[in-house]
């Protein structure tokens, strides 16, 4: 606590999550590489860095930003379960150390166990994904036990008003409307693709689909259970590395010419386009010149398939990633200046 009337110096307070969200790029791009690939983990890292919901959250001081760090960590640790038995001990102690914690950073942290021990089931190891959950449980009451040790009617008061938040089922579906980042909303198209890109991978993917679809069912139990309408989205931190995830599959798809992206891809870049330029309201006509020379490109080489093939194509789409990549950091950087 500050124990001195000077104000808190937020660019000191605010060091730790920088590192805690490098640690998250790194630990969300080594978990791509296992599992997807190095040309996904690539696009995986820099779609991360520069999306503007996760660099806009990592600035604020919340227990979720280290919690989706740790389950990153820990979605890598598992995918090196495989190796030999001395260095399974020591992955395995890891996992059981981060389901400890977890919970006990924040209650909602449960979900980090939870999300382990599903995976550990389907890979056939089932005493050892009953042992993190029950972890897991351990973590949950060693949290409840400290609060009642320092004040057991404050800590009950708290569950108490905790629970009497409002809620509704609709929360889960925000993830597609513009997301809360601290008291302000922002138009983040790129985000919204990169769920539907995340969760289209989780479904149709079947090397894919443990990995994608366990985090996103437990956080999906999450919103409709006990995640609260709040102001600053903390409880979806936790999935903006799997958002990640699915504009890294996103841009790959559409670097192997599958073109279906571009429906979903285009608009989002436009979107971008409109926000970056908002302090410059763009005039009708080159409006429309921008719609016709972002679409273009993509009924030229839908039409003529052999075009695909060529350079041409690669260039266009890696032009794209590029002027994404690029706007969304000055977009981004354009609103922490103002806040």
């Not at 839908?302 to 260039?315: C, I, T, V």
Request: hydrophobic share 55%.
């Amino acid at each position: 606590c500050n124990t001195t009337e000077e104000p808190f110096d937020w660019a000191v307070l605010r060091l730790p999550m920088l590192a805690i969200s490098l640690l998250t790029s790194c630990f969300t791009s080594l978990f791509v590489n296992q599992v997807f690939g190095k040309r996904q983990a690539y696009l995986t890292a820099l779609s991360f860095m520069v999306l503007p919901v996760a660099v806009l959250s990592a600035r604020i001081i919340a227990a979720e930003n280290l919690l989706a760090m740790l389950l990153m960590l820990g979605l890598w640790l598992l995918t090196l379960v495989k190796g030999k038995a001395e260095k399974q001990k020591k992955i395995l102690f890891l996992l059981g150390v981060i389901s400890v914690a977890a919970p006990l950073l924040k209650l909602s942290g449960f979900a980090l166990p939870l999300i382990f021990a599903g995976l550990l089931w389907r890979m056939k190891k089932p005493l050892l994904a009953v042992s993190l959950g029950i972890l897991g449980l351990v973590g949950i009451g060693t949290s409840i036990g400290y609060g009642c040790h320092y004040d057991c009617q404050l800590m009950q008061s708290l569950l108490a008003k905790h629970s009497q938040r409002p809620q509704t089922f609709w929360y889960f579906f925000t993830l597609f409307e513009t997301p809360d980042i601290g008291y302000f909303a922002i138009k983040d198209s790129f985000a919204v693709l990169g769920i539907i890109g995340s969760i289209t991978l989780a479904i149709s993917n079947r090397k894919a689909q443990d990995w994608l679809f366990i985090p996103w069912a437990v956080f999906g139990l999450i919103f409709v259970t006990v995640a609260p309408i709040e102001l600053y989205g903390w409880y979806k931190y936790l999935s903006f590395p799997l958002v990640a995830i699915g504009l890294g599959y996103v841009w790959n798809a559409f670097w192997e010419r599958k073109l279906g992206w571009g429906l979903l891809l285009l608009p989002a870049i436009l979107v971008l386009i409109e926000n970056f330029f908002q302090a410059q309201p763009l005039f009708d006509d080159v409006r429309k010149l921008i719609i016709l020379g972002v679409f273009a490109p993509l009924f030229l080489f839908y039409l003529f398939p052999r075009l695909q093939k060529s350079k041409l194509y690669l260039g266009w789409v890696g032009t794209l990633f590029v002027f994404s990549v690029i706007t969304q950091a000055l977009w981004t950087l354009s609103i922490i200046a103002k806040f």
